[in-house]
């Protein structure tokens, strides 16, 4: 699985941003993806994730205001990023898993191995 990032900008507190992952080569049925982020000197956090069955989660300092979504038509990983604070800026990642039936409802926990390289946001007041 391929994955990669676009999207990355600056923009001012209280501002909106989407990201966008370009997925390729997943075609198993059952499969993860999310966003992370993660700022230079400190351990990479997950953001939102996503199932191939829509099962949405969030990490708790962005819930309610980030939106992760997918078109599977267009192979395409999104996050919508809105009411930005200083905090948000990071380096976000997108990572895809293929995963067994059993674990499509621990997205948020289970281990990812196809990771992009990134795109940088960056919110200032």
């Known amino acids: 699985v391929q994955v990669v990032e676009s999207g990355g900008d600056s923009v001012q507190v209280g501002g909106s941003l989407r990201l966008s992952c370009a997925v390729s080569?997943?075609?198993?049925?059952?499969?993860?993806m999310g966003w992370f982020r993660q700022v230079p000197g400190k351990e990479r956090e997950g953001v939102a994730w996503?199932?191939?069955?829509?099962?949405?989660n969030y990490a708790a300092s962005v819930k309610g205001r980030f939106t992760i979504s997918k078109d599977n038509a267009k192979n395409t990983l999104y996050l919508q990023m809105n009411s930005l604070k200083s905090e948000d800026t990071a380096m976000y990642y997108c990572?895809?898993?293929?995963?067994?039936?059993?674990?499509?409802?621990?997205?948020?926990?289970?281990?990812?191995?196809?990771w992009g390289q990134g795109t940088q946001v960056t919110v200032s007041s």
């Open positions: 990572a895809a898993a293929v995963v067994s039936s059993s674990v499509i409802n621990l997205c948020p926990v289970i281990k990812y191995i196809d």
């Open positions: 080569g997943l075609t198993n049925s059952w499969y993860c």
């Open positions: 996503i199932s191939s069955t829509n099962r949405l």
